[in-house]
């Protein structure tokens, strides 16, 4: 920063802003209001660009998108008060999911905070639970340090949402932009090197282990180690899977990747989890939802178990071997040693080894995932299928919650990282198209798809003028079944198939809608006209809605039913019983 800047007096707008060009940030997803109205002035001639959001929520979603497929933060801006509390949903979202975002939110003048003044809000306190950590901006003089402090939490150690609550008046005062050259946050340490005792043990760990087996998740992505992670798949020769946020990590085509385990994991990954007796886990919580009844849980295998958080090692499942730190760093060094006692170590068990190996891939042949096609309606899997073949394993695909979710999981393939974007562990509907435009904007030329139910579709539906007024190509799949359909699945299966309040019977004529917006739009109910209805879609130079009709009870497998374990898999749809058989 040059001299005469440091000397100029700004505004605590123009000094936030200057905060964001020190950081790199190129894009800010918000809307405005009235106690943001002197930062929104600032950015009248900033280069900064701005992404104006229809709804709040929508711009800690798009803000995720961005970071999701960059690696990078990401930011939303909001006003105080409602503009504030819409960002909670996206600030937990990226919670859950350890996604780095910084949050910018107005606030009232300090003097009336506590008054209970047009539209305050006690966003420090409400969102103090759903942040890594967040800020209360008293005065001008603490803006660039805050600032700096909160890109740093939101990216360091396991990555996080942070916010920064600013009152109208920060935002007005005069003062001067002070470069922020250290950061120094007592008591917010972490370990990235890890304990290289434990390194060694795990090494010896892996070659004395018959049947290894690797469980990758999101923090694989986060911390940027997918080529330390094939290296070691490739060196042990051992079959790995990848969560539902760690899909990417291991390229789909990698002959040792089976898919992802758990709820709706594939019958290998699940048996593969549950006969292991070794299990290498990396960058992953041991989350309910691939664990199933956790006292039957991979219950034949010690585990090694590699985290930057040390709050997750064995709060789940024991870890035999805690390594805390850095998981790319850690892998480096795991690679090392395992190369180093692999002449002397792996043959002993390599018999072993390569028996396992060859169960792996008869479970993968006699239980692939179900892949139906009808002649007369469009199965779901159908639909994922064609997007699978279209995208070639390197679109982007970015979802909301629910059956499509899981179908998009199963049968699109992932062969880069940072391809998958979804909300796992908050389960967010509306997600799935927001999220898709911050992919875009952070990703211009490459092909985005937003994957959504009818349901989820239509909680985020106003950003299709977002999507129209910034020029985004996204291809918009609606998989259209007429319910929320996994809530119908459960309602089915676990309920005695009573359909409480999930039938969607409206919904909107797709060429109408897009059209109303200004772009193209369709929608298809037969199988023949599927293929070219997408190649259409992804051959359009702007967005395309697309409206897929689909098989209106169909449900996901293989399934994991609530209180089951991970290998007690409902593979599909149960036989009726027989007639006068209650």
Known sequence: MSTAMANKLMSGSEVLLECLVQEGVEVIFGYPGGVTLPLYDAMYDHPIRHILVRHEANAAFAAQGYARSTGKTGVCCATSGPGATNLVTGLVDAMMDSIPMVALTGQVTSKLIGTDAFQEADTFGITRSATKHNFLVKKIEDLPQI?????????????????????????????????????????????????????????????????????????????????????????VDCPVVNTLMGLGAVPANHPRFISMPGMHGSYAANMGMYNADL????????????????????????????????????????????????????????????????????????????????????????????????????????????????????AIVCTDVGQHQMWAAQLIRFNKPRLWINSGGLGSMGFGMPSAMGAQVANPNQLVFSISGDGGFQMSLPELATIVSNGLPIKIIVMNNGYLGMVRQWQELFYNNRLSQVTLDTFPKADLLAAAYGFKGRTIEHPRDLRSALEEAVAEPGPFLLDVRVTPFENVYPMVPAGGAINEMVLGQPSPAPAGVK
């Open 279 to 394: 299990l290498i886990a990396l960058g992953t919580r041991f989350d309910d939802r691939v664990t199933g009844r956790l006292a039957a849980f991979a219950p034949f295998a010690k585990v090694i178990h590699v985290d930057i958080d040390p709050s997750e090692i064995s709060k789940i499942r024991h870890a035999d071997l805690p390594i805390v730190g850095d998981v790319k760093r850690i892998l480096k060094r795991l690679n090392f040693y395992l190369r180093e006692t692999k002449d002397e170590m792996a043959p002993k068990t390599e018999p072993s080894r390569a028996a396992w190996r060859t169960q792996i891939k008869e479970w993968m042949e006699e239980h692939p995932y179900d892949r139906p096609v009808s002649v007369d309606e469009i199965k779901p899997q159908h639909l994922m299928t064609e997007i699978d073949r279209i995208s070639g394993g390197n």
């Open 147 to 235: 600032l700096h402090e909160a890109f740093y939490i939101a990216k360091s150690g396991r990555p996080g949402p942070v916010l920064v609550d600013i009152p109208k008046d920060v935002f007005q005062a005069q003062g001067h932009y002070q470069p922020v050259n250290s950061i120094h946050l007592p008591g917010y340490k972490f370990v990235v090197d890890g304990h290289n005792g434990q390194i060694r043990r795990a090494a010896q760990m892996i070659w004395e282990a018959e049947r290894p087996y690797i469980y990758a998740g999101g923090g694989i992505l986060h911390g940027d180690a997918s080529e330390e992670l094939v290296e070691t798949v490739d060196i």
